[in-house]
């Protein structure tokens, strides 16, 4: 099992940045990759960017503006986002898979941008 702890979501106004962390903890070791997805009112659930040994994706939307990284001491991974636009409001989950395949998800953490 592994559980996954979001933080650093809030409002803020279009251009800002904020920071996300998600800390994972029980099984980290079977972790293959970690990431972040969002999902707006109204809409699906959709990636943002990810994370893997060698490897990192985002969502064309967000390219130029978030930067994931992960602390593999800490079995943290951050997200940082800059250049804020309020179509970016939406609750943010944090994801790990496992070598197994298994998806686990956090709670999710709220992040608005004001126009």
């Known amino acids: 099992q592994v559980q996954l702890v979001e933080s650093g979501g809030g409002l803020v106004q279009a251009g800002g940045s904020l920071r996300l962390s998600c800390a994972a903890s029980?099984?980290?070791?079977?972790?293959?990759?970690m990431g972040w997805y969002r999902q707006a009112p109204g809409k699906e659930r959709e990636l943002v960017t990810t994370?893997?040994?060698?490897?990192?994706v985002y969502a064309d939307s967000v390219k130029g503006r978030f930067t994931i990284s992960r602390d593999n001491v800490k079995n943290t991974i951050y997200v940082q986002m800059n250049s804020l636009k309020p179509e970016d409001t939406a609750v943010y989950y944090c994801n790990a898979k496992t070598i197994r395949h298994l998806n686990y998800w956090g709670q999710g953490t709220q992040v608005t941008v004001s126009s």
């Open positions: 029980g099984t980290v070791n079977t972790i293959n990759s």
């Open positions: 994370i893997s040994p060698g490897a990192t």
